[in-house]
Nanobody, 123 residues
Framework: QVQLVESGGGLVQAGGSLRLSCAAS????????MAWFRQAPGKEREFVAA????????SYADSLKGRFTISRENAKNTVHLQMNSLKPEDTAVYYC????????????????WGQGTQVTVSS
């Protein structure tokens, strides 16, 4: 089992950047595929990005490719989401999630979730 805690959210102006982090408990972090999802008010939770156990493979939502970058530091049990050129439509609660391989995009496939961190982008 793994526990996830997100951090790094906040209020930023359009065009700005934020870096989210997700700290995982336990000694088996490197066993998990990690992902970020987001959920805006009144909308379904949507896939943002995922990364394989080693970090060698990544997957992104098509609409976010080029602006967001997922990475992980297995030695620190941490996964990051670098978000650049932020837009008001990126406003949402961002969630970190974990599952055993392979990398997939469906939220129902993920077994462990953090509590979320709010990202608000002002115009």
């Amino acid at each position: 089992q793994v526990q996830l805690v997100e951090s790094g959210g906040g209020l930023v102006q359009a065009g700005g950047s934020l870096r989210l982090s997700c700290a995982a408990s336990g000694r088996t972090f490197s066993s998990y595929t990690m992902a970020w999802f987001r959920q805006a008010p009144g909308k379904e939770r949507e896939f943002v990005a995922a990364i394989s156990r080693s970090g060698g493979a990544t997957s992104y939502a098509d609409s976010l490719k080029g602006r967001f970058t997922i990475s992980r530091e297995n030695a620190k049990n941490t996964v990051h989401l670098q978000m650049n050129s932020l837009k008001p439509e990126d406003t949402a609660v961002y969630y970190c999630a974990a599952k055993f391989p392979p990398v997939v995009r469906g939220p129902l496939e993920y077994d462990y979730w953090g509590q979320g961190t709010q990202v608000t982008v002002s115009s």
